[in-house]
């Protein structure tokens, strides 16, 4: 069965500090993951992209990273700030979301604390 | 910033009562979707569509219907709501990128509490 699991649930951290949230995957085959931020009340927004031959992408303070052997990928947060409080989901595709199918996360809630 | 819109963001309606949920994008996207999200549960596909007079059924099961007779246009109807409906409703659009890197993009959905 195709999943995508994220952890942790959901984490608090103090302004400036760093982060990392973690995504597994069994989706196969596999096509691209991409990072999406969700406001509370909002749409997703995405952050990143990676295929296959990708090991990781950077947008600003947000770092991603893919293992594609392990099925594993991680997005680390730099310097956080209070803004950056949101859901982070994890959302993989298996053949590109124009043919296949994207599967998603439960997300990640991120608190950042002044 | 992605040009898709939704609306109403809140609506509060009696059960029986038919409801249209609007969507529109000017970006020429062809392909188009409707998610349910329930609060902190990822979201499931309950329509989608190829393009003008195309939609098909998502992966969840869904009592509404949809409609596309317009590329820009999107709108999802429940024809009778129920209290099981309450839930956000998101739009979104895929830009006619290559197939391995093509991006959704999503309205700021809106949030149906049917009473």
């Known amino acids: 069965k195709n999943q995508v699991e994220q952890s942790p649930q959901s984490l608090i951290i103090l302004e400036g500090k760093n982060c990392t949230l973690q995504?597994?995957?069994?989706?196969?085959?596999?096509?691209?993951l991409r990072w999406y931020k969700q406001d509370t009340g909002r749409g997703p927004v995405s952050l990143t992209i990676?295929?296959?031959?990708?090991n990781t992408k950077s947008n600003g303070r947000y770092t991603a990273t893919l293992d594609a052997d392990t099925k594993q990928s991680s997005l680390h947060i730099t310097a956080s700030q209070l803004s950056d409080s949101a859901s982070y989901i994890c959302v993989v595709s298996d053949r590109g979301s124009t043919l296949g199918r994207l599967y998603f996360g439960r997300g990640t809630q991120l608190t950042v604390w002044p | 910033e992605a040009d898709i819109y939704q609306t109403p963001r809140y609506l509060v309606i009696g059960t029986g009562k038919k409801i249209t949920l609007e969507c529109s994008q000017t970006m020429g996207h062809d392909k188009m979707y409707w998610y349910q999200q329930d609060p902190g549960m990822e979201l499931h596909l309950i329509h989608y569509s190829y393009g003008v007079n195309s939609t098909e059924k998502g992966d969840l099961s869904s009592e509404s219907t949809v409609s596309r007779i317009r590329t820009e246009h999107f709108p999802l109807t429940l024809e009778s709501a129920r209290p099981s409906h309450t839930s956000q409703y998101l739009c979104?659009?895929?830009?006619?990128?290559?197939?391995?890197?093509?991006?959704?993009?999503f309205g700021p959905g809106t949030r149906l509490t049917v009473l």
């Open positions: 979104a659009s895929t830009n006619p990128g290559s197939l391995s890197t093509d991006t959704q993009y």
């Open positions: 995504c597994n995957y069994t989706v196969s085959p596999f096509s691209n």
């Open positions: 990676m295929t296959f031959s990708e």
